[in-house]
Each structure stands twice: as C-alpha cells, then as structure tokens.
C-alpha cells in the first residue's frame, strides 16, 4: 500500500474525497439519507486518519529534532520552512475561500441561511462563521501563518541557489577538480574551438573562453535568473497575501437604499448579523432612475424589466464633487469607493403628485367653476406650499386595499397630509378614488372647519436604488502581487537555467552540462547539433 507510506498523497485524496461528500450533501443532497451519513463517516475517518498521520510524522520529527539539536529555535525555524506544511496552508485556504466565492453567499442574516438550507445547517454556518468567512480569525490565521511559511522558506533555500547561480565559488573552468563533479562526456574536435563558441552564442549563451597552455576553456551559461523565479512568486504571493488582510481588516462592503430625488450617506453591512452602520464621507444623491423593459423587441415580454439604471451625484462639503451612471453590471468608483446596482423598489411615497384643491363653500353652494381654487404638487419631496399653507406628507401607501400589491405596482394610492392652516394644523386624508376622499373627510370631526378638501389628479411612485458600495483598500497591493505572482511564474516556466562545461587538450574534447529542467531532452538534442559544429 504504497499511498498510505506517502502522507502528502494520502492527504490530498482523503480532503478530495471528504469535500466532495461535504458539498454534495449540503448544497446538493437535500434528504441526506443513510447512503449520505455512510459516505460522511467513512471520508471523515480517512481524512482525519491522514491528518493524524502527517500530525504524528511531524511531530515525531519535531521531537528527533529537539534531541539532537541543542537549540530550539531551529526546530521551530524548520518546523515553518516545511513544505508540507506549505501545502497544507495552500489546501486550507483554497477550500475555505471556494466556499466563501461559490457555495455560500456571504454576510447574509440567519433567516437566509434557514430558509435555504434549512435550521440545523443553518446553525453549522453560523457556529462556524462560515457567513463571514473572509473575515473569521481562522481564515486570517491562514494568511498570517502562510506568509511566515513563505517567508521563512525563501531565507532557508535562497542563499545555496544564489550561491550555486551567482557567487564566486561556482565552478566557471572544467579543470581535473570540477571534472570528479560534473562526469563530462569526450568527443573528437576536427575544427576550431572558437568555431564551438560561435556556436554557443547563437542557441543564445553567454560564452566565457580561456586559455591555459595548450588547455582551452568554454563556459556558456543563459537563463540564470530563471532560478530565481521561484522567489519571485513567493514575494507576489505575500503581496497577495498583505492586500488580502488589509481588505479583511479594513475592507467594508454593505448596502444603501438612496430614493429618487433625495441623498444619503448610511450604509448597512452586508453582514447582516452584525447590524454594523457605516457613515460614508459623502453622500450619494440619486438624480434619476429608470427601469428599462424589452418593449417592442420582445412583445412576450414587453412589459417585463431587462434592466434598470440610474444617474447619481457624489456631494461633499455641500458640493458636486463628482458625477456618474450606474446600470447592472456597470458599477460606478468614486475615491476608492465602488457603487453598484443591486436592486430597486418602491419607497411607498410619490415621485410626482398633482392634488385638486375644491373650496368646501363654494362647492356645495354649486359654484363648481369658482370652487376649483388650484392644484398643489409634490415633485420629489414631502413638502409643499399653497395659498399661504404648509402642507407635508405624513403618511403614504401605494394601495390602501392591499398594501403588498401596491409595491408590486398595482396602484390605489392614498396619502395623510399634515396642512398648516390659520395657526392651527389638520391631518388631511386624499385617497385615489374621490368617493373614498369624501368619505373619509365627513369621519374626521376636525376637518368641519378646514375650508378646502384635496382631490387626487396624478400619483407617480417614487423608487429608490439599493447600491452595494464596496471598499477594498487592499486592491491595488493585490494587482501588484498578481502581477508579480505572474511574471515569476513565467520566468520559472518559460525559462531554463542551463550551463555548458568545454575543455579541449590536443583536439580531445571534454562536455559537461548542466540543466535545471528538461536535462535528458536538452543534452540529446544539444549532442545532435554539436555534431555538427565539431
């Protein structure tokens, strides 16, 4: 049973096979029935046997270790240098953060999570902060403990290969000492020596000759900082690492609800749990909104929302400091703050209304024309004057019948005015229906003396943007170490550090070469075109 001596292959297949159980049966399996809790039990047992294992093998190295050694630290100092566990941190944080980007919606409140997945899963999620991933001690302890492991890796192996590459001592002169090393093939030369460095420098090295007596030497050598591209990842990866903790740290991400006409600077975090307000450092006006339908290009559907935008003012210090549009999938940035569009609704208030004002008097007296004394209207605000009045809205619903329907855009509206009048105030009723409005005038005893009643002509609903607003401080740092992570990654691949030893003595030639990756395949082909040359 070869897989059981070797942890690191025992590990990934035991994780593989634990994850693929775990999310199937929470995401996918929504009986988990007796076939489910079997293959559970069965994956945990031989993932936690694997991680008993590599637990047991570490330590016991640990222990080997602090026997033979009289300093401590250097145990430990190995101990975080370990590829093992190396990849163990690679593994943990990859399933943690494929469950955080793909199978559980983050920062949503418990009646989310019961609905979807039920109570008891529900509790799991929470329990283990699986909501919040990104932001949990445990996912944090991840990076920190994998940055230090990336860290202490690199000043333990990086001097040998800049020693072997780039220092002084390397061997640069294949003499008779080198020779006991680097085992050196021999070959006839029937041409010049300086016709093999011609050579070299066109498959693209750097050529060094010497002479020594009747020894010449040829050293060629390309891509040696392909050595170094190992590293290069390493320090990209802990850029990485740096800007995925600031923005785990000091990254907000939440949600506002900013109405048509009116401005505001409260957002709620997207953690829905924690209940956390955040006060933005501008406020964000909403101008104008539109929801876009498929009108005539699809006649099935024409009533039906393709997509919805909206035009917004960024105020600062009462000033328009900046200006933008915002459609789904089209996000708008301000100062490092992202705006997007996530969803609309109705506010329950008008957008636009147009009342009728009728003198009581003069009306039943059946002077109908002199009894229209004007209209007042309502344009995105609860405010307005007439004839000396001050009148606010105070309450407002978009169906009196049946107020859900309303926000599904059935409209009844009617709304309760607070009018100022003759120092005294009045609560006003106007309901869509002017029959209703009556009525609901002759049961209020204190509007017998009020001289006018409010007729509703025109009601248009308000709506108001929800935008998520996101800021991720960290988000340059990781362009940075992407970018890095990236070109190191290329060098390491891409590049091949190679090196060619020659000797020549009485047109005796002795080879000796050198390849970081691919040597087989380089010295076959490398022996075929020399061959040519020699």
């Known amino acids: 049973m070869k897989i059981l001596n070797n942890t690191l292959v025992l590990i990934t297949t035991s994780l593989i096979f634990w994850l693929g159980t775990l999310v199937y049966g929470l995401f996918y399996d929504h009986n988990n029935g007796m076939i489910f809790y079997a293959m559970f039990s069965l994956s945990s047992l031989f993932f936690g046997f694997s991680l008993l294992k590599l637990l047991y093998e570490e330590l016991q190295g640990v222990i080997t270790d602090l026997k033979t050694r009289k300093d401590p630290f ?22 943690l953060s494929m469950f955080g980007s793909t199978y559980i919606e983050q920062e949503q409140p418990v009646s989310y999570y019961v609905q979807k997945y039920g109570e008891q899963k529900a509790h799991v999620i929470m329990s283990l902060h699986l909501n919040n991933i ?44 080198a020779e006991k090393h680097l085992k050196p093939i021999s070959a006839k030369l029937n ?3 300086l016709s093999v460095a011609k050579f070299l420098k066109s498959e693209g090295f750097k050529v060094f000759y010497e002479e020594d007596g009747n020894k010449k030497y040829i050293y060629a050598e390309k891509g040696k900082w392909s050595r170094l591209g190992v590293y290069i990842v390493h320090i990209g990866l802990i850029i990485l690492l740096a800007g995925a903790l600031i923005d785990s740290y000091f990254g907000i991400r939440g949600i506002m609800q900013v109405p048509e006409g009116e401005k505001s600077n409260i957002m709620m975090s997207l953690d829905m749990a924690s209940n956390k307000v955040y006060k933005l450092p501008f406020y964000v006006y909403e101008k ?41 999938n089209s996000p708008f940035s301000y100062n490092g703050y992202h705006i997007y569009q996530a969803s609309y609704g109705m506010t ?17 007296a059946g002077d109908n024309k002199g009894a229209l004394v004007g209209d007042v209207k309502f344009m995105n605000s609860k405010f307005a004057m007439f004839n000396g009045m001050n009148i606010k809205i105070l309450k407002s619903t978009l169906n009196i019948e049946n ?13 309760m005015l607070k009018v100022d009048y003759n120092g005294k105030s009045y609560d006003v009723p106007v309901i869509y229906s002017p029959k209703l409005t009556i009525i609901a005038y002759n049961e209020m005893p204190n509007l017998k003396d009020f001289p006018y009643v409010f007729f509703m002509d025109s009601f248009d609903p308000q709506y108001f943007s929800g935008f998520q607003v996101a800021k991720d401080p960290g988000s340059n740092i990781l362009w940075i170490g992407s970018i890095i992570t990236i070109l190191g990654m290329m060098l390491a691949f891409y590049k091949v550090n190679r090196k060619i030893w020659i000797r020549e003595e009485n047109g005796e030639l002795k080879i000796a070469i050198y390849s970081h990756k691919f040597k087989e395949e380089f010295q076959k082909t490398f022996f075929q075109k020399l061959r040519t040359v020699i």
């Open 74 to 95: 250097a145990t430990i100092y190995d101990l975080f240098a370990s590829l093992k566990l190396a990849f163990f941190l690679m593994i943990a944080i990859a399933v």
């Open 134 to 177: 990104f932001h949990s001690w445990y996912y944090r302890t991840l990076l920190y403990l994998f940055g230090i492991n990336l860290i202490i890796c690199s000043i333990k192996r990086l001097p040998p290969i800049w020693r072997h590459t780039f220092g002084k001592e390397r061997i640069l002169k294949l003499d008779e000492r």
């Open 191 to 193: 041409t010049d020596i």
């Open 348 to 364: 329950g208030y008008p957008k636009f209304m147009d009342l009728v004002v009728i003198n009581k008097k003069k009306a039943e």
């Open 403 to 415: 107020p859900q329907a309303g926000m599904n855009g059935d409209l009844k509206p009617a709304v």
């Open 288 to 328: 104008r909104f539109k929801i876009i339908t498929y009108g005539k290009s699809s006649p099935e559907f024409a009533s039906a929302v393709k997509s919805y935008e909206s035009n917004i003012y960024i105020i600062k210090n009462n000033k328009i400091v900046d200006k933008g549009f915002l459609a789904v």
